[in-house]
Nanobody
Framework: QVQVVQSGGGLVQAGGSLTISCVASGISFSSNPMGWYRQAPGKQRELVAGITRFGSPLYVDAVKGRFTISRDNWKNTVYLQMDSLKPEDTAVYYC?????WGQGTQVTVSS
């Protein structure tokens, strides 16, 4: 059974940093691309960043230069480091690995 468990998140002031992580089990981790998504209140879930199985990242324009996605295949973990956070980054963040979703992590950025 595939499980995806997220950790991290919380409350931070604008301009601050947070790192969230996601551990997957029951799946061939290194063979899968993965992504981080977010859903703000009243909005649809949207892709934030993705990373191929070879480690190549992609970012949406709203987070380019501020967020960094990375993966550690030895630890079956994918990370999202978020710097220079803005209030508009406030959302529930979800990790997706092999079409399986994590439970979601609240990130709140105060102005």
């Amino acid at each position: 059974q595939v499980q995806v468990v997220q950790s991290g998140g919380g409350l931070v002031q604008a301009g601050g940093s947070l790192t969230i992580s996601c551990v997957a089990s029951g799946i061939s981790f290194s063979s899968n691309p993965m992504g981080w998504y977010r859903q703000a209140p009243g909005k649809q879930r949207e892709l934030v960043a993705g990373i191929t199985r070879f480690g190549s990242p992609l970012y949406v324009d709203a987070v380019k230069g501020r967020f960094t996605i990375s993966r550690d295949n030895w630890k079956n973990t994918v990370y999202l480091q978020m710097d220079s956070l803005k209030p508009e980054d406030t959302a529930v963040y979800y990790c997706e690995v092999g079409d399986v979703w994590g439970q979601g992590t609240q990130v709140t950025v105060s102005s």
